[in-house]
């Protein structure tokens, strides 16, 4: 089931999520639909609170559906490892329509469990990199434009607020 995607102002997004500890039938489910969610959005990940469910598990799939070995489900993940940096434009499907440039580790390797449990590690470079720091800023309830400076943050903050009162956010 696609599910609208929770947008900046949402208290569920600036709180941290909790552990997961039944890998059941209500989980499968929750993953499908963070699955087919972030597609329809055409997102190259989604964590559980962008569909208002404070778990943490987040989804990643940068080659955005077209190879099906590019699926990644993570359960209660944590970086174990980061190394180099990287500086790009990055976005989120909560705050849509806004993007700023953020550093982050060129290549980081994250600890997790998939959807039945089992304990993985995963090394990802890049755009994969990046992608796991977002998704897992999200599950701690850092979204993106914390990570901006002052200045472009409240520039940010400042048009969202015009946007609500027009009724378009
Ligand atoms: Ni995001």
């Not at 997961?20 to 499968?28: H, P």
């Not at 309830?141 to 409240?154: V, W, Y």
Request: charged fraction near 30%.
């Amino acid at each position: 089931m696609i599910h609208p995607i929770v947008r900046y102002g949402d208290p569920v997004l600036e709180t941290p999520s909790k552990a997961v500890e039944k890998f059941d039938e209500e989980l499968q489910t929750l993953v499908a639909d963070m699955f087919e969610s972030m597609y329809a959005a055409q997102g190259v990940g989604l964590a559980a609170p962008q569909i208002g469910t404070s778990r943490r598990v987040c989804v990643i799939d940068v080659s955005l559906g077209k190879n099906l070995e590019a699926k990644i489900v993570c359960t209660n993940p944590e970086i174990i490892h980061a190394e180099g940096e990287q500086r790009e434009e990055e976005g989120c499907l909560s705050v849509p329509g806004f993007r700023g440039h953020v550093a982050r580790p060129q290549y980081v390797t994250v600890r997790a469990q998939d959807a039945a449990g089992k304990e993985f590690e995963m090394r990802g470079e890049g755009l994969l990199a990046r992608a796991f720091c977002h998704e897992i800023d999200h599950l701690n309830g850092i979204l993106f434009i914390t990570h901006l400076s002052i200045l472009k943050r409240d520039m940010i903050k400042r048009k969202i607020r015009k946007l609500k009162k027009a009724g378009d956010w």
